[in-house]
């Protein structure tokens, strides 16, 4: 018998448009790991923060990439980034680090730090049995997995996004990031080549999930 094919599901898209809570639905009915690459980068601006080290202090910024260690951690079906041993803390989502933490992702090396962990995913998922990855971020179809099976790209009305983040109780200068990761020169937010585009202005999450599920459920059907 054929070994079923693993498949790579791309989710892109500006702050708060929809790619966690439809990522994480999309594994669950998969059988896909779960990787928000958006935590990873928030974690190292935490830890980067913690050292006290500025995001224009390239010398202390090296030295410091070079010290930290990454290993993963499975919770439940998503992948938790540890740094050197610590998984992230709580406050990750925090004012502070959403202040922060384009500033941080707009530095190449710390882009470059992070390539070869993040489609390091796909072992990690074939190591644990999954059928494949849905990783979601800002440069996943465009740098990370170009040859992703599916490439979503996910908006939204700005002023809707920022309702649904206040809803949640967070404090974020959405518009602020997006301006950030999509004028930055090293991997900006994009719309890569052949994503199906989601605008879930007026879709409820049940509706985008629909949307995505009905493109990639015939991949698994002939798999
Ligand atoms: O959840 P939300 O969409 O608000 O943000 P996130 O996915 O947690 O990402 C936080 C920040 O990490 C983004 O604003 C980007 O600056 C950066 N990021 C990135 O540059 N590239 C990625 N693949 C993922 C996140
Ligand atoms: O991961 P990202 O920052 O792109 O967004 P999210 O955390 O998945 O979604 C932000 C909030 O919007 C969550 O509370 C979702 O439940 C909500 N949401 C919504 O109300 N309607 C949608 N169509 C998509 C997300």
Redesign the pocket.
């Known amino acids: 018998m054929a070994t079923p094919s693993f498949i790579i599901v791309a989710i892109d898209g ?4 929809g ?2 809570s439809s990522s994480k639905i999309l594994a669950e009915r998969f059988n896909l790991l779960h990787v ?4 990873f ?2 974690h190292i601006t935490y830890e980067l923060l913690r050292r006290g080290v500025a995001h224009t202090d390239l010398p202390s910024l090296l030295q410091a990439l070079a010290e930290l260690k990454f290993t993963t951690r499975l919770n439940g079906r998503s992948a938790q980034m540890l740094i050197s041993g610590q998984p992230a803390a709580s406050d990750i989502r925090g004012h502070n680090v959403n202040d922060h ?2 500033h941080y ?1 707009a530095i190449p090396e710390v882009r470059h730090t992070l390539l070869s962990y993040q489609r390091g995913q796909m072992a990690v998922a074939q190591q644990h049995g999954f059928r494949g990855l849905v990783m ?5 179809g465009s740098v990370i997995f170009p040859q992703a099976d599916f490439r979503f790209f996910m908006n939204a009305d700005p002023a809707e996004r920022a309702k649904r983040r206040a809803k949640e109780g967070q404090q ?1 200068s ?1 518009a602020e ?1 997006d301006r ?2 999509s004028s930055r020169k090293a ?1 900006p937010l994009t719309s890569p080549a052949g994503a199906i585009e989601i605008d879930s202005t007026h879709l409820t999450l049940g509706q985008v999930v629909e949307k995505m599920a009905a493109s990639i459920a015939p991949k698994f059907a002939g798999s």
């Open positions: 500006g702050a708060a448009s790619k966690s928000d690459t958006g935590s980068y928030r933490v384009s992702a979601e971020g800002r440069d996943i974020d959405i990031r950030l990761d991997s």
